[in-house]
């Protein structure tokens, strides 16, 4: 999945920013429109100007991950710029992208709209140059491109088993891997193995699960480098704790190509997106475990719809709720548009 999606020239990621995108492969709620940005800037504003989330005085950190071609950055940089003029003074935008060429989509958009960014390729080296983040770290759909381990059941052998990728001459196959095999995903493959017996004796052979190590280190490493601030991750995933889903055998991996969804994920690598709906229930007891206190856990629309009624009740640069606003809102949080799947997680660590 990594390579499929991320190999330099080869990969999906890789090819063109236009994959994303009405007319590309999938939706996002950045490509809705300018109004999801909006909404995210005024609530960063908010949080930035609440007393003791942020040190009074000195630079403030907004920092994304997965931010494509940096769309999203530059609506929520031209609304503060607008709306929050002495808050955006404060603020130094960055950056977590390690591909140059998606660097290069970056910079040209942002630049066209006359903002100035900085780059790390990832939480270590951000740490390393800002000394510790003071903001809002963010993503949008990214924790669900991150490369995923799928878990077989096989009910013969009463164990899980890891699926790999092998070539049968012609295709690309999922096979199950040898019970030795050790990868990122064995202490999941430990942990599942850990469910009560009269679960495991009734699921089918084959029931698949999948595993994120990558998503779970990667949220650990952002919590390392957060002084002060909030962490907020927008995406698609269930809203329980639920590790088993019956309702999901084959578990939740799917391939998206012209807006058609597909189960055919080892086909045409490079050329689809992959991905699978995130574990919010792993991912926030990760932060909690490294000191975060969860503000949010949500679906999307629910929060996005209190931040709606904030902005009618302050001077906040939402006065305008004109046509195009209300049917952007309509989209992102409709139940048959972007409104039905989409969770968000905000966890922060209080300013000492
Ligand atoms: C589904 S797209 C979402 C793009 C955009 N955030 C949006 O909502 O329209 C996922 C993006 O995350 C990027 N990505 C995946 N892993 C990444 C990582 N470790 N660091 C930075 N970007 C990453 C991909 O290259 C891709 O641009």
Same mark, same amino acid.
């Given at each position: 999945?990594?390579?499929?999606?991320?190999?330099?020239?080869?990969?999906?990621?890789?090819?063109?920013?236009?994959?994303?995108?009405?007319?590309?492969?999938?939706?996002?709620?950045?490509?809705?429109?300018?109004?999801?940005?909006?909404?995210?800037?005024?609530?960063?504003?908010?949080?930035?100007?609440?007393?003791?989330?942020?040190?009074?005085?000195?630079?403030?950190?907004?920092?994304?991950?997965?931010?494509?071609?940096?769309?999203?950055?530059?609506?929520?940089?031209?609304?503060?710029?607008?709306?929050?003029?002495?808050?955006?003074?404060?603020?130094?935008?960055?950056? $977590?992208?390690?591909?140059?060429?998606?660097?290069?989509?970056?910079?040209?958009?942002?630049?066209?709209?006359?903002?100035?960014?900085?780059?790390?390729?990832?939480?270590?080296?951000?740490?390393?140059?800002?000394?510790?983040?003071?903001?809002?770290?963010?993503?949008?759909?990214?924790?669900?491109?991150?490369?995923?381990?799928?878990?077989?059941?096989?009910?013969?052998?009463?164990?899980?088993?890891?699926?790999?990728?092998?070539?049968?001459?012609?295709?690309?196959?999922?096979?199950?891997?040898?019970?030795?095999?050790?990868?990122?995903?064995?202490?999941?493959?430990?942990?599942?193995?850990?469910?009560?017996?009269?679960?495991?004796?009734?699921?089918?052979?084959?029931?698949?699960?999948?595993?994120?190590?990558?998503?779970?280190?990667?949220?650990?490493?952002?919590?390392?480098?957060?002084?002060?601030?909030?962490?907020?991750?927008?995406?698609?995933?269930?809203?329980?704790?639920?590790?088993?889903?019956?309702?999901?055998?084959?578990?939740? $991996?799917?391939?998206?190509?012209?807006?058609?969804?597909?189960?055919?994920?080892?086909?045409?690598?490079?050329?689809?997106?992959?991905?699978?709906?995130?574990?919010?229930?792993?991912?926030?007891?990760?932060?909690?475990?490294?000191? $975060?206190?969860?503000?949010?856990?949500?679906?999307?629309?629910?929060?996005?719809?209190?931040?709606?009624?904030?902005?009618?009740?302050?001077?906040?640069?939402?006065?305008?709720?004109?046509?195009?606003?209300?049917?952007?809102?309509?989209?992102?949080?409709?139940?048959?548009?972007?409104?039905?799947?989409?969770?968000?997680?905000?966890?922060?660590?209080?300013?000492?």
């Amino acid at each position: 999945m990594a390579a499929a999606l991320y190999e330099p020239d080869l990969g999906y990621y890789e090819r063109t920013p236009s994959v994303v995108g009405r007319r590309g492969d999938f939706q996002t709620a950045v490509t809705v429109g300018p109004l999801f940005g909006e909404l995210l800037a005024f609530q960063f504003a908010t949080w930035l100007e609440t007393p003791g989330v942020v040190p009074e005085n000195g630079a403030l950190h907004v920092v994304e991950t997965g931010a494509h071609d940096g769309r999203l950055m530059a609506d929520i940089l031209g609304w503060l710029r607008t709306w929050r003029p002495q808050l955006v003074a404060r603020i130094q935008p960055w950056i $977590l992208d390690p591909s140059p060429r998606r660097r290069d989509w970056q910079r040209e958009t942002l630049g066209r709209a006359g903002f100035q960014v900085e780059w790390a390729a990832d939480p270590a080296e951000l740490g390393q140059r800002t000394g510790g983040v003071n903001g809002v770290l963010y993503s949008n759909e990214l924790l669900d491109a991150f490369p995923v381990h799928r878990l077989a059941w096989s009910r013969t052998r009463s164990r899980w088993q890891e699926l790999g990728v092998a070539w049968d001459g012609e295709r690309f196959v999922g096979r199950r891997m040898p019970d030795e095999s050790v990868t990122a995903a064995t202490p999941d493959l430990h942990r599942l193995s850990e469910l009560p017996a009269e679960l495991l004796s009734v699921l089918p052979d084959g029931f698949l699960v999948e595993v994120c190590p990558a998503a779970a280190d990667w949220w650990r490493e952002m919590a390392g480098i957060l002084r002060s601030g909030v962490h907020v991750a927008l995406d698609y995933g269930f809203p329980d704790d639920t590790v088993l889903r019956p309702e999901h055998p084959e578990g939740t $991996l799917r391939a998206y190509r012209a807006h058609q969804v597909s189960g055919d994920v080892l086909t045409d690598p490079g050329e689809q997106d992959l991905t699978a709906q995130v574990d919010f229930g792993a991912i926030a007891s990760v932060g909690a475990a490294a000191g $975060l206190r969860t503000l949010a856990r949500e679906p999307q629309r629910r929060w996005l719809t209190r931040i709606f009624e904030a902005t009618l009740n302050s001077e906040s640069g939402f006065s305008e709720w004109d046509a195009p606003r209300v049917r952007q809102f309509q989209t992102l949080t409709h139940p048959e548009h972007l409104g039905r799947r989409f969770q968000v997680l905000a966890q922060a660590r209080a300013a000492t």
